[in-house]
């Protein structure tokens, strides 16, 4: 199983450009998250999903969009880049029965930089 | 707003020393509490919760209600415990499952 995999590992976008993250599980998990990661400030949860072709604003999901067509992926979109969205952004999934509540499984995380 | 506080963005200690990482946590009610972890070039990992009562890689934690705090100790620190630690609450709010702390940065020296 390769768990949790996030395309691409690294990014470089100008200002106002757009492009999609894609995660992918293989674990047949029904919650998916996104998180970035900044120095001094933690994870912060941007959007989710509960199932296939749902979503949810999580606590920062301005100038962020996804979507859960497929019960296995999930895709975090930016439609026109700021340099305040660079970050390292980890996506995550979790069983919602037969494992452990609240262990989450990350992937190995995208690192994006706009200039 | 909910929040989970980790009020040591560094710390480092030397191999064998007994190691503290604080966390704090605002929730009202009875939390549920976590600590994460990710070593270099992994990913990140849960590493224990507080709800098991266990000690994984000799690390514990205790919920203090009275203090809202869930600090994160070992005894005798080893240099593979060097990691980013973060401690994580189920959120009181409708579905956003974790909220993070913002980090722990462990460095155990030789």
């Known amino acids: 199983n390769a768990g949790v995999t996030q395309t691409p590992k690294f990014r470089v976008l100008k200002t106002g450009q757009s492009m999609t993250l894609l995660c992918a599980q293989d674990?047949?998990?029904?919650?998916m998250y996104w998180y970035r990661q900044d120095p001094g400030m933690g994870l912060r949860l941007i959007h989710y999903?509960?199932?296939?072709?749902?979503?949810a604003k999580g606590e920062v999901p301005d100038g962020y969009n996804v979507s859960r067509l497929k019960k296995q992926n999930f895709l975090l979109g930016l439609e026109s880049a700021a340099p305040s969205q660079t970050s390292v952004y980890f996506c995550?999934?979790?069983?919602?029965?037969?494992?452990?509540?609240?262990?989450?499984?990350f992937g190995p995380g995208t690192r994006l930089t706009v200039t | 707003a909910q929040r989970v506080t980790q009020p040591e963005k560094l710390l480092s200690v030397f191999k064998g020393a007994p190691v503290e990482l604080k966390c704090n946590y605002s929730?009202?009610?009875?939390?549920?509490l976590f600590w994460y972890v990710q070593y270099s070039r992994q990913r990140l990992q849960l590493l224990l919760r507080?709800?098991s009562r266990e000690s994984i890689k000799g690390f514990t934690a205790d919920l203090n209600k009275g203090e809202t705090s869930f600090h994160l100790k070992k005894p005798f620190a080893q240099e593979e415990d060097s990691a980013m630690y973060y401690c994580?609450?189920?959120?009181?709010?409708?579905?956003?499952?974790?909220?993070f702390g913002e980090g722990t940065q462990l460095t155990v020296n030789p």
């Open positions: 999903s509960v199932g296939e072709g749902t979503t």
């Open positions: 995550a999934s979790e069983a919602a029965s037969g494992g452990l509540p609240y262990e989450q499984y």
């Open positions: 929730y009202s009610g009875s939390p549920e």
């Open positions: 994580a609450q189920v959120s009181e709010t409708s579905g956003s499952r974790l909220t």
């Open positions: 674990m047949n998990h029904e919650y």
């Open positions: 507080h709800i």
